[in-house]
């Protein structure tokens, strides 16, 4: 259903790759209110990660949206995200065109509900092409410890969910051995 919307573009950014374009579902109003709803249903915990920057997009809406999202943590370019002291992590990431490094702020996370000593992260992302930007994103969520007032609480992601998934990669199955992996269209 959602498929027919996307638009894509051939050897870019560079050659062998294949670009999906997503902006056309936010170009539509009533697509657009689709879209959110249906990973809204999907999404299971109070936290939702999300890489820079198309993901952010689908992530917001999540905070007014009928679902029980209430904190977002946002994974960045250096020199994107301001912070003080030792808040932020630093990741390496592997992407279908290359190796990256993504930051993000323990205090994000921190600023989410914990559960049992958990807090429960749901990861969104706007395309699974080789699944490296997510898999690097929940290995550095579930490797972190925060003490808190003097306790110590760890990560769970709770799910992968991605706007587009691109079929043929075997991403989908290297990313469910960390979780459940969810797509609202696939190409």
């Known amino acids: ?86 808040d932020l992590q630093t990741i390496e990431i592997m992407k279908e065109y290359g190796a990256d490094k993504l930051i993000y702020r323990n205090s994000d996370i921190a600023a989410g509900k914990a559960e049992d000593g958990v807090f429960h992260v749901s990861i969104v992302d706007d395309v699974l092409a080789t699944g490296g930007t997510a898999e690097g994103i929940a290995k550095a969520l579930e490797a972190t410890k925060l003490v808190i007032d003097g306790k110590e609480y760890g990560v769970k992601v709770n799910e992968f969910i991605f706007i587009v998934e691109l079929d043929g990669l075997n991403a989908r199955d290297r990313l469910s051995e960390i979780a459940p992996v969810y797509s609202i269209a696939r190409v």
């Open 1 to 86: 259903m959602f498929e027919e919307h996307l638009k894509f573009y051939q050897d870019f950014p560079t050659p062998g790759i294949k670009f999906v374009d997503i902006i056309p579902y936010l170009q539509d109003r009533k697509v657009f209110a689709e879209v959110t709803d249906a990973v809204g249903k999907l999404v299971t915990a109070p936290s939702v990660a999300c890489p820079e920057a198309r993901a952010f997009l689908f992530a917001a809406p999540l905070l007014i949206a009928d679902c029980d999202v209430d904190n977002i943590i946002l994974f960045r370019k250096r020199g994107k995200l301001p912070y003080s002291g030792n």
